[in-house]
């Protein structure tokens, strides 16, 4: 009888684009604690969905020529080779766009409706003259109504948090046209949130203790109350035509807005996950019905921070007042976003990692599997991918202290021993070794971390194992006893032990490392099953005596600098003299070979689009490891940037500082091994050696623009 039924899912990926860093990391740690949970006899359904629905979407089809379905399934075919790629396995993936999701979206919506939630009434909504369609509110930019920050989105901020309408925004634009928006008058139907019976009820399912994290609490508890408890207010759940989405079935032409039907997505997969019998498959015999509204399901949601209002307020208000056989989240877990080398992840500044790519490059998915798990714990904290850390972690723990287990013991035990492991008063001896030296090590500890998403404390708890396991076997050396013939007993018996050791940290890692596991299961020939001690002593986690093991085989490689250079787009060679179709040419100089004819003639527009500036040579430095980058600090006048430059074959540090240049400072930032390049500086070059930096005259200053 499973100890208890876990219905999971993480956060939907919207169906306009590929998977990124984001999506991988937070399916990695749904991933490790479902499989954590299976080898504790749990039952779960982990399903998934694509959001499918909205304007980006239906836009997007658009603008290439195809309808918003032939769009949805070009992306939905993209995902089963990031899942597998990464060894993450969902039992189902669905779509919003579904027959399951309508039907559920607009019982929803009938349900809300009849219990006095739903209304309608006119509104005035921004509308884009010069597309012809009222705007959602991604498509509406201007200055925070809360904190003045520009170019914030029409529905909240990134800077400050604040969530507003629209029409708050100060000086609003439109970003399919940049034409300024007008009001339009529409008839709209909205969620009645600011019930009192609906804060009441969010207050108290907020408090529920365990259901969320702290901070996650703090926060929602900041939108529910606010000043003077005003701060919510009622959800608008409607949108206009033309729109890709789920009708309202009481009113033609208007659309049931994205976010209301897109968590209806994890409910429509799980639907069709029961009615396709795929539940059935794998034991569950009940109906959809009869699982969501078990007393023993428990209903779980994986999400990031950015999406904490539609999650904690939203959607469990939905549920409570729609009634059974909905039911409310039992538990929210948030995480926090992750960066590379200390920038927040953007595809438009180049400090994002390309998960396909990754992937493309032979990378072993496990290595990220790790590091992420390594990063991660159970509070609302970003995860930063930092490349030189991520080399020495994956090389030094898995290849350095868990591989290099098996591969000191198991040749051996293979060649001298035939593959069995000590039996007798030899495995008695190994046994108290255990009972007597590693008995911190028991699995209850573990699984407590494991339960708590702590997946951090687990690495860290297991790579204290496996020094543990590595100083004993320095201290015993079996390769000097191997020399000796006549210690042959005593080679199988450290061997043995060594084997043991690589057996309990395999085991407690194979949530994390799933195919690592696998191949542990091979060499060792027998499953990895987590062992539920109790009140028994260490020693009966261990292989039984006499086991016989197979043949060593590779398990892990190395990771290598050249793999990360190729994964982060590292230039190895300057622009000064990379061929120009093989470089980014936004952060390298110009080319050392002068042009033999001039490049095609640019209009004035094209010219005025660069924005060259004056710059002064703040600082200058080498860039250990590049032998031709120098790395300079510009100043603008009233900023300052960092730009590295392929000229230190012309130029030492010593002679850039304090020297005016020209540099283009419109160039979106380029991430580099060595750091964020944010422009680039100007220099000629001719067909004979050196490279010579632009320079204005005398007068010139700092942040004075170049025309």
């Known amino acids: 009888m499973p100890q208890r039924r876990l219905f999971v899912t993480t956060a939907l990926p919207y169906a306009n684009g590929s998977f990124h860093i984001g999506h991988i990391m937070e399916y990695i740690q749904a991933d490790i604690w479902v499989r954590f949970q299976r080898m504790q006899g749990n039952e779960v359904h982990f399903v998934c969905a694509d959001d499918a629905h909205g304007a980006p979407i239906m836009l997007k089809a658009e603008a290439e020529g195809v309808t918003p379905q032939q769009l949805i399934k070009r992306i939905a075919d993209e995902r089963p080779k990031y899942l597998q790629g990464f060894h993450i396995e969902f039992d189902h993936w669905h779509s919003t766009h579904s027959e399951e999701n309508t039907q559920l979206s ?113 926060k929602a508890k900041e939108w529910l109350e606010g000043e003077a408890g005003k701060a919510l207010g009622d959800w608008d759940i409607s949108r206009d035509a033309p729109y890709f989405g789920i009708p309202i079935p009481d009113a033609p032409g208007k659309y049931l807005y994205v976010w209301l039907d897109a968590p209806i997505g994890y409910l429509a997969s799980l639907k069709n996950y029961f009615d396709s019998g795929n539940a059935k498959a794998k034991g569950d015999t009940r109906t959809f019905e009869e699982f969501l509204t078990a007393p023993d399901t428990e209903q779980i949601h994986f999400i990031g921070k950015d999406i904490i209002y539609f999650h904690t307020l939203f959607w469990p208000a939905m549920l409570h007042f729609a009634g059974p056989p909905y039911r409310v989240p039992d538990r929210v877990y948030v995480h926090g976003f992750i960066g590379v080398s200390g920038e927040k992840m953007s595809k438009s500044r180049g400090t994002g990692i390309d998960p396909l790519r990754y992937l493309d490059l032979g990378m072993n998915p496990e290595w990220l599997r790790y590091y992420i798990a390594a990063k991660l714990n159970g509070n609302v904290e970003d995860v930063d991918f930092n490349p030189d850390d991520f080399l020495a972690r994956i090389n030094s723990d898995l290849v350095g202290k868990f591989i290099n287990i098996a591969s000191r013991c198991a040749g051996f035990i293979g060649k001298r021993f035939g593959g069995q492991l000590v039996t007798g008063d030899d495995h008695a001896l190994l046994c108290k070794l255990f009972d007597d030296r590693f008995t911190s090590y028991r699995p209850e500890s573990l699984r407590n971390l494991y339960d708590a998403r702590e997946f951090g404390k687990v690495v ?48 407690y890692l194979r949530p994390i490392l799933p195919g690592t596991a696998q191949l542990a299961e091979q060499l060792l020939n027998h499953s990895l099953n987590w062992p539920q001690l109790g009140s028994k002593p260490m020693s009966s986690a261990l292989l039984p005596p006499g086991h016989r093991i197979n043949n060593y085989q590779h398990i892990m490689q190395r990771v290598e600098s050249k793999q990360l250079d190729a994964l982060l787009d590292v230039p190895e060679i300057p622009a000064a003299t990379a061929p120009a179709p093989q470089r980014h040419a936004e952060h390298q100089q110009h080319e050392t070979k002068r042009e033999s004819t001039v490049s095609e003639p640019i209009s004035i527009d094209d010219f005025s689009k660069l924005d060259l500036r004056v710059a002064r040579i703040a600082n200058a430095e080498a860039v250990e490891g590049a032998d031709k980058l120098v790395k300079l600090t510009l100043e603008l006048g009233d900023s300052t940037r960092t730009v590295f430059a392929g000229i230190k074959s012309a130029y030492t540090p010593e002679d850039l500082k304090g020297r005016l240049t020209v540099m283009v400072a419109n160039l979106a930032p380029r991430k580099m091994r060595f750091g964020i390049s944010e422009g680039m500086v100007l220099a000629a070059s001719g067909e004979g050696p050196g490279i010579f930096l632009i320079a204005p005259d005398s007068g010139a200053e700092p942040g004075m623009r170049v025309k």
């Not at 800077?159 to 940049?178: I, Q």
């Not at 007008?182 to 108290?204: A, N, Q």
């Not at 201290?475 to 309990?504: H, M, T």
């Open 460 to 507: 860290r708890y297991v790579m204290e194992l496996a020094d543990e396991a590595n100083k004993e076997l320095d201290s015993l050396k079996p390769w000097d006893v191997a020399k000796e013939p006549a210690r042959a007993a005593e080679l199988q018996r450290i061997c043995s032990l060594g084997i043991n050791f690589f057996y309990l940290i395999a085991m």
């Open 106 to 218: 607009q019982d929803i919506y009938r349900r809300l409706k009849a219990a006095g939630f739903v209304y309608s009434k006119t509104i005035e909504q921004f509308y884009d003259p010069v597309k012809g369609m009222f705007l959602a509110d991604r498509y509406i930019k201007g200055e925070c109504p809360n904190c003045g920050a520009k170019d914030q989105y029409g529905d909240a901020c990134e800077n400050c948090s604040s969530v507003y309408a629209p029409t708050d925004l100060k000086n609003p634009y439109s970003t399919l046209s940049g034409a300024a928006p007008v009001l339009k008058s529409s008839e709209h139907f909205f969620f009645r949130l600011s019930d009192p019976k609906c804060k009441e009820f969010l207050k108290k399912w907020l408090e529920d203790p365990g259901r969320l994290q702290s901070q996650v609490v703090n």
